[in-house]
């Protein structure tokens, strides 16, 4: 009932930048967080940022200094600011956000956004 769409991603050489974005939409009762995380073939999917509804923001020891994470809580929008982009940041990112809908209002759950794929390479 709630639905991820994220958009932003694409091929970039080493020291560019990108913008991910995230759209929640649907039936949303609340959001407690939304943030990013990525998974390369073989590997564990990690977080790489996130941002609760009070604007704490939580990120990896990998890309701080480098990224920045923000929302507009109206839309219900999480931005990614990607910066100084290294070959090692190569992977699918995927957009979470962790609330509730007015279809199921039991319990908070984790939804998925498809993926977007972001590729550093010269």
């Known amino acids: 009932q709630v639905q991820l769409a994220e958009s932003g991603g694409g091929l970039v050489q080493p020291g560019g930048s990108l913008r991910l974005s995230c759209e929640a939409s649907?039936?949303?009762?609340?959001?407690?967080?939304m943030g990013w995380y990525r998974q390369t073939p073989g590997k564990q999917r990690e977080l790489v940022a996130s941002?609760?509804?009070?604007?704490?923001?939580n990120y990896a020891d990998s890309v701080k200094g480098r990224f920045a994470i923000s929302r507009e809580s109206a839309k219900n929008t999480v931005h990614l600011q990607m910066n100084n982009l290294k070959p090692e940041d190569t992977a699918v990112y995927y957009c979470?956000?962790?609330?509730?809908?007015?279809?199921?209002?039991?319990?908070?759950?984790?939804?998925w956004g498809q993926g977007t794929q972001v590729t550093v390479s010269s």
């Open positions: 979470n956000a962790v609330g509730r809908s007015y279809s199921y209002l039991v319990q908070d759950y984790d939804y």
């Open positions: 941002i609760t509804s009070s604007a704490a923001t």
């Open positions: 649907g039936s949303i009762f609340r959001l407690n967080a």
